[in-house]
Nanobody, 126 residues
Framework: DVQLQASGGGLVQTGGSLRLSCAASGFNFDERVIGWFRQAPGKEREAVSCIGSMDGITYFLESAKGRFTTSSDSGKNMAYLQMTSLKPEDTAVYYC???????????????????RGQGTLVTVSS
């Protein structure tokens, strides 16, 4: 069975940093992509980034470019989202998901992913 677990969320002050982790199992990590999404209270879920060994890295969220870094470790079946210079508007539940392609529209669309994990809450205080 495919399993995904995002972790590493928490409460951080404005300007702080957090690293989210996505632990994956049950599939060939090198043949899939991992997407990061977030959903703020009262807002729609939005794509943050996508990473795959064949696809490279794609950043979808304009506000995150230059502040968020996506990486992965295929030997550990792990993906990471390093977030720096956090702002209150980054407050959201962050999710990871397993898909096939990072290219639009697939990597951008939550529903295009085959497996979607439980989220981890990030709260940025002002």
């Amino acid at each position: 069975d495919v399993q995904l677990q995002a972790s590493g969320g928490g409460l951080v002050q404005t300007g702080g940093s957090l690293r989210l982790s996505c632990a994956a199992s049950g599939f060939n990590f090198d043949e899939r992509v991992i997407g990061w999404f977030r959903q703020a209270p009262g807002k729609e879920r939005e794509a943050v980034s996508c990473i795959g060994s064949m696809d490279g890295i794609t950043y979808f969220l304009e506000s995150a470019k230059g502040r968020f870094t996506t990486s992965s470790d295929s030997g550990k079946n792990m993906a990471y989202l390093q977030m720096t210079s956090l702002k209150p508007e980054d407050t959201a539940v962050y999710y990871c998901a397993v898909g096939r392609w990072c290219s639009r529209p697939f990597g951008y669309s939550w529903h295009a992913y085959d497996y979607r994990g439980q989220g981890t809450l990030v709260t940025v205080s002002s």
